[in-house]
């Protein structure tokens, strides 16, 4: 058994786990499937868009050297030799003094250089024909969406790794991705360890607890973009812990377990890891909380061992896995996003060791503010639920003023 933990700095814990990545294989999903999924290959524009001379507008598609000094009381005459809807195309080359019907998305017929809108015109029939009147003289290029003005064939539009937004989605329509290159989503074993735990459908009993934690992070790991997959409680007992633990690891990418890392008589993982013969990569962090988090290798597998506190195995998530996840996911920003932001209040407690306060930030005045969300002992559950962001502290200090500029880790 590991009995003696050596304190490293946070810094240095989630580098030696960032030293343990594996990046993901490519799947390809269907476009509509493929929201908040992360690319896995760049989008490539193999085309220009638009593709063709469009107009902008309703109105006339004409040769502007067709409408010289045309206004109000001199009109320009045009015959209208045609009349296209977006989706249509007119043949022919517009002859002297000829103009088409266009509507908005229509392609510009050949030799038409303008488009006037249809509030600067009136039409008229005469002898059979039809004519319009331009009121307006135009210039070469007046009114016309140019091809590839949009986007030019062969530019990089968006890079792998960067995670899909709707617009992205409209982007990948454009350039007929029915099934979307993205990373597989590596999926993550859950168990919760203590034999005082009762499932979310219990009564409660002397002495025992509801099972938080295998809910919260399977929640965060949804969150992460990757997949849960729960296996159910353990009690203290080695030799079965052993055993589900040696089983559900080959039907996963990684596994976690809450609780059991710290030093108790019942605090299992220690000895299960060794018995597992994995390499433990820290047992012991100057941080708060979560201090005893508790990270082991077994060959390309990583074994999450989160505290029990379900704060400090908030945390410990979020720290130490959320940053595989997004390795394994191919991301190009790995970890979650830091901003600077002032403290809205006073914190006043001792900070001898690096903290990670659960947070709620807001924009106050145009600038980022935060505040604790509650209060902030590790052993506590209410602060999490109004925590959109993790405030990090740097230790060694006997508090904070308030206005204190501060990194925050945005969650939500
Ligand atoms: N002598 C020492 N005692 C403790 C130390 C220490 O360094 N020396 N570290 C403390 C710190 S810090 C933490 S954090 C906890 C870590 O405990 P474990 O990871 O071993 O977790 P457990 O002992 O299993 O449980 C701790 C606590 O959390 C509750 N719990 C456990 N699982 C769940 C769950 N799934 N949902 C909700 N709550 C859960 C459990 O009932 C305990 O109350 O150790 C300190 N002790
Ligand atoms: O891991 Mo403990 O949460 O530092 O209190
Ligand atoms: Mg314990």
Redesign the pocket.
């Known amino acids: 058994m590991l009995n003696e933990r050596k304190p490293i700095a946070v810094t240095e814990a989630i580098q030696r786990v960032c030293d343990h990545t594996v990046t993901g294989e490519t799947e390809y999903v269907a476009l509509s499937e493929s929201y908040q999924r992360v690319l896995a290959k760049d989008i490539l524009a193999d085309h220009d868009v638009p593709a063709f001379d469009r107009s902008p507008y309703d109105g006339y598609a004409l040769r502007a050297q067709d409408t010289p000094q045309a206004n109000e009381n001199n009109p320009s005459v045009l015959e209208i030799v045609g009349h296209i809807g977006a989706g249509s195309i007119y043949p022919n080359r517009l002859e002297e003094q000829q103009a088409v019907r266009i509507m908005t998305g229509a392609q510009v017929p050949t030799n038409a250089d303008a488009v006037v809108m249809l509030e600067d015109t009136e039409m008229f029939e005469e002898k059979g024909k039809r004519f319009v009147s331009v009121r307006k003289s135009l210039n070469r290029h007046d009114n016309i969406s140019f091809r590839g003005e949009d986007i030019k064939k062969g530019k990089v539009l968006v890079e792998k790794g960067t995670v899909i937004n709707p617009g992205i989605t409209a982007l990948l329509a454009t350039f007929g991705y029915a099934d979307v290159p993205v990373t597989k989503k590596p999926v993550i074993g859950v168990i919760?360890?203590?034999s005082?735990?009762l499932e979310v459908d219990q009564p409660l009993e002397p002495g025992k607890?509801r099972?938080?934690?295998?809910y919260m992070i399977m929640a965060q790991i949804k969150r992460a973009g990757a997949i849960p997959k729960y296996f159910g409680q353990l009690t203290d007992d080695l030799p079965e812990s052993l055993e589900k633990m040696t089983e559900v690891i080959k039907e996963v990418d990684f596994l976690i377990t809450?609780?059991?890392?710290?030093?108790?008589d019942f605090?299992l993982l220690p000895e299960i890891y060794q018995e597992m013969q994995a390499n433990v990569l820290f047992n012991k962090i100057a941080m708060r909380?979560?201090?005893?988090t508790t990270v082991a290798t077994l060959k390309d597998q990583i074994l999450f061992g989160l505290?029990?506190?379900?704060s400090?195995c908030y945390v410990g998530f979020e720290l130490f896995t959320k940053p595989i996840i997004d390795s394994y996911l191919g991301k190009k920003a790995i970890g979650n996003q830091k901003k600077h932001a002032k403290l809205a209040v006073v914190i006043s407690k001792d900070n001898p060791f690096d903290r990670f306060m659960r947070g709620t930030y807001s924009i106050e005045h145009g600038e980022l503010s935060v505040r604790p969300a509650g209060k902030d002992k590790?052993?506590m559950v209410h602060s999490l639920a109004a925590a959109n962001c993790l405030i990090q502290l740097p230790g060694g200090s006997n508090g904070y003023v308030k206005g204190s500029q501060v990194i925050i880790h945005i969650l939500e």
């Open positions: 919760a360890t203590g005082e735990l607890i099972n938080s934690n295998a809450t609780g059991g890392v710290s030093v108790g605090d909380p979560g201090s005893v505290s029990g506190n379900p400090a590790s052993n």
